[in-house]
């Protein structure tokens, strides 16, 4: 009688435990509205579903809370849910089979052990790990491995323990160490989601200041030239006058220096690049206008409609990085062989962008990681392409060959970018 209330309990306690983990994977994976109280809701919802199991079974109050839960982020999710709903099904439809499997055996003609829910609940934690860590793209794989092994240990130890007669002891003492196994599991859970969370996090904290450092770098660099063409603008009589007074004593030689001093000071503030987009325009002619200050031979077409739909945020920390490195690659080389070519369109339904420059041949990153071997902001602007090519589905190809460095960058834009 004890043994059959203490497996009781213990059913009672993982579905509680599975439920709650199930919510905050689903609250993890997606980006649902701001709202305690629906969560609480749902959440009571999808709890009366399973002590509906009074009634039915619980492997059909499983498939009645993954339903609620489906509802749940049709509605509150932000995020598309044709791409959400296959990550709620494949964990619901895996409790739900795990709390079938006793009824289906049964059917069968063979008796599961009750201390199976303590081996189910290893595989319960370390799929929702999985499944997080995928989502997230942060758990890798020597490292999923390890963690593989070591709940697949604990799973062994909970299956010897309450599942077979290898180890004789006490009906207290064999609850004491199959909950001992079910804590320790659960501690390697929150261990190993932890350390991604805050991960993920330091990683969004650091990336966000650093792209604010980016966008107040090009805003200085934008609002230098627009300085200068301002004061060219309210310099305009002053020069017309100067040259006037020259004119008029006859002094041409005069006249001919005082043009060749404008036309330096007016290299400084030409508009190297018109490309039909506003943001590329302030981007391209801000770096390009750096590069030949740097005495980089510069070749540049561009051409894009007025509006695409890759965000100007996004674009300026595609186009900014790539020609950040550049210029700071060529800036490494002598001055006669220094260039820096750039070519960007829209190509029917695709974004397309190529940055070539002079570098040496063996480059200063990682292709497969996309990290420069250089720290500091570098390597984290490389990997924030990476990224903002990886949220628009897009392709980012990296090549070195002696002399030169190349990017390419492709991203599908929607029908209203380029009909």
């Given at each position: 009688?004890?043994?059959?209330?203490?497996?009781?309990?213990?059913?009672?306690?993982?579905?509680?435990?599975?439920?709650?983990?199930?919510?905050?994977?689903?609250?993890?994976?997606?980006?649902?509205?701001?709202?305690?109280?629906?969560?609480?809701?749902?959440f009571c919802l999808a709890a009366l579903c399973l002590c509906g199991s009074l009634w039915y079974p619980l492997w059909f109050g499983w498939l009645l809370a993954m339903g609620l839960t489906e509802l749940y982020?049709?509605?509150?999710?932000?995020?598309?849910?044709?791409?959400?709903?296959?990550?709620?099904?494949?964990?619901?439809?895996?409790?739900?089979?795990?709390?079938?499997?006793?009824?289906?055996?049964?059917?069968?003609?063979?008796?599961?052990?009750?201390?199976?829910?303590?081996?189910?609940?290893?595989?319960?934690?370390?799929?929702?790990?999985?499944?997080?860590?995928?989502?997230?793209?942060?758990?890798?794989?020597?490292?999923?491995?390890?963690?593989?092994?070591?709940?697949?240990?604990?799973?062994?130890?909970?299956?010897?323990?309450?599942?077979?007669?290898?180890?004789?002891?006490?009906?207290?003492?064999?609850?004491?160490?199959?909950?001992?196994?079910?804590?320790?599991?659960?501690?390697?859970?929150?261990?190993?989601?932890?350390?991604?969370?805050?991960?993920?996090?330091?990683?969004?904290?650091?990336?966000?200041?650093?792209?604010?450092?980016?966008?107040?770098?090009?805003?200085?660099?934008?609002?230098?030239?627009?300085?200068?063409?301002?004061?060219?603008?309210?310099?305009?009589?002053?020069?017309?006058?100067?040259?006037?007074?020259?004119?008029?004593?006859?002094?041409?030689?005069?006249?001919?220096?005082?043009?060749?001093?404008?036309?330096?000071?007016?290299?400084?503030?030409?508009?190297?690049?018109?490309?039909?987009?506003?943001?590329?325009?302030?981007?391209?002619?801000?770096?390009?206008?750096?590069?030949?200050?740097?005495?980089?031979?510069?070749?540049?077409?561009?051409?894009?409609?007025?509006?695409?739909?890759?965000?100007?945020?996004?674009?300026?920390?595609?186009?900014?990085?790539?020609?950040?490195?550049?210029?700071?690659?060529?800036?490494?080389?002598?001055?006669?062989?220094?260039?820096?070519?750039?070519?960007?369109?829209?190509?029917?339904?695709?974004?397309?962008?190529?940055?070539?420059?002079?570098?040496?041949?063996?480059?200063?990153?990682?292709?497969?990681?996309?990290?420069?071997?250089?720290?500091?902001?570098?390597?984290?602007?490389?990997?924030?392409?990476?990224?903002?090519?990886?949220?628009?589905?897009?392709?980012?190809?990296?090549?070195?060959?002696?002399?030169?460095?190349?990017?390419?960058?492709?991203?599908?834009?929607?029908?209203?970018?380029?009909?």
């Open positions: 009688m004890e043994a059959e209330k203490f497996w009781e309990i213990s059913r009672g306690i993982f579905q509680a435990l599975w439920l709650i983990l199930y919510w905050y994977y689903v609250e993890q994976v997606g980006c649902l509205e701001k709202g305690a109280g629906r969560r609480v809701i749902g982020d049709l509605f509150f999710d932000e995020e598309a849910f044709a791409g959400q709903w296959r990550r709620i099904l494949l964990p619901g439809l895996c409790m739900a089979g795990i709390s079938g499997l006793p009824g289906l055996c049964g059917k069968l003609g063979t008796a599961l052990p009750e201390g199976y829910l303590f081996c189910a609940h290893e595989i319960v934690l370390y799929l929702f790990l999985l499944l997080l860590s995928r989502k997230r793209d942060s758990l890798r794989p020597v490292n999923a491995i390890l963690t593989a092994v070591s709940f697949l240990a604990l799973g062994g130890f909970s299956w010897v323990t309450g599942c077979t007669d290898l180890v004789e002891m006490g009906d207290g003492l064999r609850g004491a160490f199959l909950w001992g196994g079910a804590a320790l599991a659960a501690l390697l859970f929150l261990t190993v989601e932890g350390t991604l969370f805050f991960y993920k996090k330091g990683y969004e904290f650091r990336t966000e200041a650093f792209r604010k450092e980016l966008m107040e770098h090009s805003y200085g660099e934008i609002r230098e030239i627009y300085m200068d063409m301002r004061g060219w603008r309210h310099d305009y009589h002053n020069h017309m006058q100067v040259m006037k007074a020259q004119l008029t004593m006859g002094n041409l030689e005069g006249i001919g220096a005082y043009l060749d001093k404008l036309e330096r000071e007016l290299d400084r503030v030409d508009t190297l690049v018109k490309s039909g987009n506003l943001m590329a325009d302030a981007i391209l002619n801000s770096k390009l206008t750096l590069a030949r200050r740097q005495k980089i031979s510069v070749n540049c077409k561009a051409e894009l409609p007025e509006r695409i739909s890759v965000a100007d945020v996004d674009l300026c920390v595609i186009l900014g990085n790539l020609l950040d490195n550049a210029i700071e690659a060529c800036g490494r080389m002598e001055e006669g062989a220094r260039f820096l070519r750039v070519y960007m369109r829209v190509n029917t339904s695709q974004f397309y962008l190529s940055v070539q420059n002079s570098a040496r041949e063996e480059p200063d990153f990682d292709e497969r990681n996309y990290i420069s071997r250089k720290r500091g902001n570098h390597g984290l602007g490389m990997k924030r392409v990476k990224a903002m090519v990886d949220k628009y589905h897009g392709y980012l190809n990296l090549a070195n060959e002696p002399g030169i460095f190349a990017a390419e960058v492709t991203l599908p834009l929607e029908q209203a970018d380029f009909s």
